[in-house]
């Protein structure tokens, strides 16, 4: 059971400082021209008002669009090979969501599944997350079909649930012990708030556990071909994804030097299992939108006994053409 | 809208088209492309200010065409878009099944040349927020400008929405996924980010037909129509022809005339 407090508006001021002052940056969403951004702020009154989520996710902290992997140069009769190490930032992420804390969690998996994965490490380390409870959903949101919650404290080290003057302060893990121990005086008592009375109602969607089991058995369905006619088979819905993993690696070089680049990929893309020979073992639109939806609730469940998926929503309303994540699982699990 | 809805209803019937490609509701009252290729499928059709995409788009993709004939329901940017595809040779004419608005009645254009002659009644002005920024970002010294681009392709993380979203982009092999050899950086930083929108740019300057697709659907808010209204505001300007408005075009920039008015080209 957590460590519950109440940490005022003011005292939220403090702690930005003081979180400041040990030298780490505090990213928050932030409203910019009708979007909302993660940026780094220095003030609580920076961070957007309305929010209900960023368009981008806050990946790119551990998991950056391009990172450096390795360097090199040559010269004749020779290759000198020059390890890159990553540029972790010691950083504090205010007000992503519950969904979105959790999605760490997914992206875990896979860089420390069979291999510690040092970059991703390195920045996971640096990085505290205090969350902030959803009072608000939307149309895109489906966090309670698949296990979380507007107020659901997995993935926060802090999670804060907005009451009047204030939050109310779940102090959930060593890292948020340790931001606490920072100033703990701006931690007053809590009052005894039961957070799931303030916290969004989502109605769940869909029986997540019957589709995971259904799946296997839907791979000639023909609801794919139909849900993906209107996909344009672009990278918006994985590159805002807080899940989505996929990398490429990329070589850039010249006859004296290079650099060899990890860099964001998505399924979605009509190259993204192009075989050298030419076959494509996902060659049509429909297949590769059934990969991404396989590889979250049927990979994913089988490998890391997870999903990939936290109903965040971010895809759909990236999406240029408003693929309805929540809206397709449910057909799936009516199909 | 009860018409529309009717005269798709009987063109799927009929057996004249497989689907009616139109605009439903969609999350949170958005609009979306929707395939009608049934009767119940096609009383989700909407139609009103509201829609924006070029659906246009959707014509060139294999998945599509696999359909058979396909109605679409055709604002005057898919309108010239189509066009557009003609012009360029992708399109053939009898493939042509637009469904346009004019008033509260339905046409049916069937080929080109009927694209051609209701477009001619339609004023095409570019959105005037988008004409102001143009003219801001002309205003700005060279300096103030390249400032700007870097500022708003710092955001880019290279989806790809703009091309994808584009009607004018159908190459099956794009430039931008060419790895031998590898003409522009596939990582998102500084450098790929500008050559690829560089590239874009310059890649639809005399084709673009000025629908703004590319910038509603960058997911970070990146101004990106800006770029290829521009391209195609200059050659407009300095080859005398535009995009999106005949069956018959010749690419401004790449067709040898004899008469041209540069003289060191003869």
């Not at chain 1, 005022?8 to 001021?13: G, K, Q």
Request: one cysteine or more; hydrophobic letters at 40%.
């Amino acid at each position: 059971m957590a460590d519950t407090f109440k940490l005022t508006h003011e005292n939220l001021d403090g702690l930005f400082a003081v979180l400041r002052k040990d030298g780490r940056r505090v990213l928050a969403p932030v409203d910019a021209d009708g979007r909302t951004e993660l940026n780094d702020v220095e003030k609580p009154g920076q961070v957007s008002k309305s929010y209900i989520q960023t368009i981008m996710s806050a990946k790119d902290v551990v998991f950056p669009k391009v990172e450096r992997l390795l360097s090199y140069t040559t010269e004749p009769g020779s290759v000198e090979l020059h390890d890159a190490e990553p540029h972790a930032l010691p950083t504090v992420l205010f007000g992503v969501r519950p969904c979105e804390a959790k999605a760490f969690g997914a992206l875990d998996a896979v860089f420390n599944w069979d291999y510690r994965d040092k970059f991703f490490n390195a920045r996971l380390e640096k990085m505290a997350v205090i969350g902030v409870s959803c009072t608000k959903a939307d149309d895109a949101c489906f966090c309670t079909s698949v296990g979380g919650g507007p107020a659901d404290t997995k993935g926060s080290d802090i999670l804060l649930t907005p009451i009047d003057g204030g939050y109310l302060a779940e102090v959930l893990t060593d890292k948020g012990k340790a931001i606490q121990a920072l100033a703990p005086q701006l931690f007053t008592p809590g009052n005894g708030v039961d957070k799931a009375m303030i916290a969004a109602k989502l109605e769940q969607a869909f029986d997540q556990p019957a589709l995971t089991a259904k799946l296997p058995g839907m791979f000639e369905n023909k609801l794919w071909e139909g849900q993906s006619l209107r996909c344009i088979g672009c990278g918006a819905c994985a590159y805002v994804c807080p899940t989505c993993v996929c990398f490429d690696i990329q070589e850039e070089a010249d006859p004296k030097q290079g650099q060899r680049l990890r860099c964001w990929d998505s399924c979605g893309f009509s190259m993204f299992t192009l075989h050298a020979s030419g076959h494509n073992p996902r060659e049509t639109q429909s297949a590769r939108w059934r990969q991404r939806i396989y590889h979250k609730f049927s990979t994913y469940p089988e490998r890391y006994q997870m999903l990939g998926c936290v109903g965040c929503g971010k895809c759909t309303r990236a999406c240029p053409v408003d693929m309805n994540l929540r809206e397709h699982l449910v057909e799936a699990a009516n199909a | 809208m009860e018409a529309l809805k009717q005269k798709a209803k009987e063109l799927l019937q009929k057996g004249d088209v497989k689907a009616v490609l139109g605009y439903a509701v969609g999350t949170g009252n958005v609009r979306r492309p929707h395939f009608a290729r049934t009767p119940e499928q096609v009383d989700r059709l909407v139609l009103d200010e509201k829609c924006t995409q070029n659906l246009a788009t959707y014509l060139t993709k294999h998945e599509v065409k696999h359909l058979g004939k396909v109605a679409v329901v055709a604002l005057p940017a898919t309108q010239r878009a189509l066009l557009q595809l003609v012009a360029e040779r992708q399109l053939r004419d009898d493939a042509i099944c637009l469904l346009a608005m004019d008033g509260t009645e339905v046409k049916v254009l069937p080929s080109g040349a009927a694209v051609e002659q209701h477009l001619a009644l339609k004023t095409d002005a570019m959105p005037t927020a988008d004409k102001a920024m143009i003219e801001k970002l002309m205003a700005m010294t060279r300096e103030q400008r390249w400032a700007y681009w870097q500022q708003e392709l710092s955001r880019c993380v290279k989806c790809y929405a703009c091309r994808n979203s584009c009607p004018m982009c159908y190459c099956e092999h794009c430039t931008m996924d060419c790895n031998r050899p590898q003409w522009v950086p596939v990582a998102s930083h500084a450098l790929g980010n500008l050559e690829y929108h560089m590239v874009r740019a310059m890649h639809l300057a005399g084709r673009c037909v000025e629908c703004g697709e590319c910038g509603r659907a960058c997911p970070v808010g990146i101004p990106v129509h800006l770029l290829t209204f521009f391209a195609e505001e200059s050659t407009a300007k300095q080859f005398g022809q535009r995009a999106g408005h005949s069956t018959k075009l010749d690419y401004a920039l790449s067709t040898f005339k004899p008469d041209d008015k540069e003289t060191f080209i003869r």
